[in-house]
């Protein structure tokens, strides 16, 4: 099963409101990882965690705060966010070492901000 | 220049065509390659995976790396109007999960009946 869900698949919301996005994998995998794509560009990354650890943030603003409960979920907290943060906002996940550098996405979720 | 470049296209071919599609690299320290292939709207999906110079083929889908010339491609033989799509290369050094996954623009591809 190389599955990797994502919940909601399409959210629109206003630029006071918090949101929050879910991500599920049950491949094992200890890194997972928040992507964001806009139209016609390929997917930029957002943070990294590995082994439920935040090993990675690529000078995300303070308004996407990224959590990890356990090794098979991953949120992503949404909060004031502005129009030019709406995207698709990608999940994905691999497994360190084992050459198994392969990330698995999901469908994404589709996020508006009015 | 960029770490990685791919021709964005649009690329159009008839049903039953053979399809290349390419991506050069500049970082040598690039270890594991990989295509994606992203319906409009939805997430990639990884399509091939490889990590040494060569061939690997997967029914009709055929990945070839040529690690001295930085130099990769996907070959799609008898192509069908379901291979519409956005198809993006990707690759990574060892240790990825460390570090980033690098894509190219992706190129778009029509196969018309």
């Known amino acids: 099963d190389t599955e990797v869900t994502q919940t909601p698949k399409h959210l629109v919301m206003g630029m006071t409101n918090k949101k929050s996005l879910k991500c599920e994998q049950h491949m094992g995998h200890r890194a997972m990882y928040w992507y964001k794509q806009k139209a016609k560009k390929p997917p930029e990354l957002m943070f990294v965690y590995s082994y439920e650890k935040l090993s990675i943030n690529e000078s995300v603003p303070s308004r996407f705060s990224p959590e990890c409960p356990n090794s098979s979920l991953l949120n992503l907290h949404l909060h004031a966010l502005q129009p030019e943060d709406s995207a698709l906002y990608l999940c994905?996940?691999?497994?360190?070492?084992?050459?198994?550098?392969?990330?698995?996405f999901g469908p994404g979720t589709r996020l508006l901000v009015l | 220049q960029k770490e990685v470049e791919q021709d964005p296209g649009p690329l159009s071919v008839p049903e039953g065509a053979i399809v290349s599609l390419n991506c050069t690299y500049s970082n040598s320290a690039f270890q594991y390659f990989m295509w994606y292939r992203q319906y409009s709207r939805k997430g990639p999906e990884l399509l091939m995976y490889?990590?040494?110079?060569g061939n690997k083929e997967d029914g009709r889908f055929t990945a070839q790396v040529d690690k001295s010339s930085k130099y990769i491609s996907l070959f799609i033989r008898d192509s069908q109007p379901s291979d519409s799509a956005t198809y993006l290369c990707a690759m990574v050094g060892y240790g990825g999960s460390q570090g980033n996954l690098i894509f190219g623009k992706g190129t778009k591809l029509s196969v018309k009946p």
């Open positions: 490889t990590y040494s110079s």
């Open positions: 994905a996940s691999s497994q360190p070492g084992q050459g198994g550098e392969t990330q698995y």
